[in-house]
């Protein structure tokens, strides 16, 4: 598959249709065709026409998501663009090395790089859907970049970085079409056995997304994990509390 046939570039929330049109013509500027939109400001605006400039086409063909898990469904890899550190978004890696990690995947995979809204960027949720986190390194008294520029600079880096399929094809991963029912299963069995406290599952299910994250579970190993959650489903019929209460 062509480089562009496998990247696309996913914009969550955008504020200014002028980004969105500056995004379009930098994604045509490394030869990337397709955008998604998840619940974006006006996509038809005269800013986002005017600064489209000959990228209009980019414009007019975007896909609209109500959902930042629909937009990369069919992506075996997402890339979270992230200014911020913290607990949730400790494990940060450059351009660079999200290209060579791509690199090394099957030819065939996809992958998604989600910028997120101008003024917040994406929450600690829409990082969590995402296999990897990325940033750019700027200087520290003004790191702040405008969208379409750290757009541009993600699609150069792939465009210049993904030039020959690896030598020796590599597993084929398991996409988010499989791994958010995985995650979905897991919360209900772990909610199921009192592992997770209701009030607040997520806490513990961001730490288990980053754990088979880096695992980079293959299609085999998912249906193994699902197999594993049913049986445990099935045996604690007759659950009747969590141990100790």
């Known amino acids: 598959m062509d ?69 990369i469904a069919d992506s075996e890899f997402s890339v979270a663009t992230t200014r911020r550190h913290g607990k949730y978004r400790n494990e940060i890696s450059t351009p660079g090395e999200i290209v060579e990690r791509f690199a090394a995947c099957a030819p065939t995979s996809r992958l998604a790089l989600v910028f997120g809204r101008e003024d917040s960027g994406l929450t600690t949720d829409e990082v969590a859907l995402c296999r990897w986190q990325s940033t750019i390194e700027t200087a520290d008294e003004f790191g702040s970049l405008n969208l379409s520029q750290a757009v541009l600079i993600f699609c150069y880096e792939f465009q210049k970085g993904v030039a020959e399929p690896p030598e020796k ?70 659950f009747k509390g969590k141990k100790g209460q």
């Open 3 to 71: 480089l562009k046939e496998r990247i696309s570039v996913v914009l969550v929330g955008t504020q200014s249709p002028g980004n969105i049109g500056m995004v379009c013509r930098a994604m045509k500027n490394m030869g990337l065709t397709d955008l998604r939109l998840v619940n974006p400001c006006q996509v038809d605006h005269l800013d986002a026409i005017k600064f489209a400039v000959s990228a209009r086409d980019l414009l007019e063909s975007a896909t609209i998501f109500t959902s930042l898990e629909d937009a």
């Open 169 to 238: 094809p590599a597993r084929e991963l398991a996409g988010s079409a499989s791994l958010e029912p995985l995650y979905n299963h897991m919360e209900r069995t772990f909610l199921r056995i009192g592992y997770l406290n209701p009030q607040n599952p997520d806490h513990m299910m961001r730490t288990m997304r980053r754990i088979f994250s880096r695992a980079e579970l293959d299609e085999r190993e998912v249906s193994s994990l699902r197999g594993l959650l049913s049986q445990m489903d099935w045996a604690c019929a007759e």
